[in-house]
């Protein structure tokens, strides 16, 4: 007979997909869920929390049937630049200004890769603000300062 064997990594993810989902079902049916033809302000919320959760159980049905391989190393420089990245340009966009405050982001999370050069990262940087800047300031017309108050003479 087969022992049950399953991927406890993916077990792990479903049930937390699953808790995550049950907590803001739990939370949206305390919002008007209006109807699908007018939308109250919990259908929305209750709709992705139970994809959500439907994720889960999947996750975790599929958990059963592979065997997971183990986890390797934790990667520690990916999450020493890339989990702060977007916390560093929320706290100097409005100071620094949309386009130094997304270089210097990206600049940032360009270093999570051991193989990235320095002027490899300088390049995609700027390729990166010119383009954000060039859709969402001049496509889109969002109304927001390039520079701010921190870096104009």
């Known amino acids: 007979m087969k022992s049950l064997s399953f991927d406890t990594t993916n077990a792990l993810c479903g049930a ?38 439907l994720l889960g159980i999947i996750i975790i049905v599929q958990s059963t049937r592979v065997e997971g391989e183990p986890l390797g190393p934790i990667a520690w420089r990916g999450m020493l630049f890339i989990l702060p990245a977007p ?4 706290l100097t966009v409005r100071g620094l200004g949309f386009v130094p405050s997304l270089f210097f982001t990206a600049l940032i999370a360009c270093f999570a890769s051991q193989r990235m ?11 990166l603000t010119i383009f954000s800047v060039a859709v969402f300031s001049y496509a889109l017309g969002l109304p927001f300062q390039r520079f701010g108050p921190w870096v104009r003479l």
Not at 87 to 90: L, N
Not at 117 to 127: D, F, N, W
């Open 117 to 127: 050069k320095p002027l490899t990262a300088l390049a995609l940087s700027a390729a």
């Open 16 to 53: 937390l997909f699953i808790g995550l989902g049950g907590f803001f079902i739990f939370q949206s049916l305390g919002l008007d869920l209006g109807t699908a033809f007018k939308m109250g302000p919990g259908y929305f919320p209750l709709f992705l929390a139970a994809i959500l959760t």
């Open 87 to 90: 916390v560093f340009f929320g």
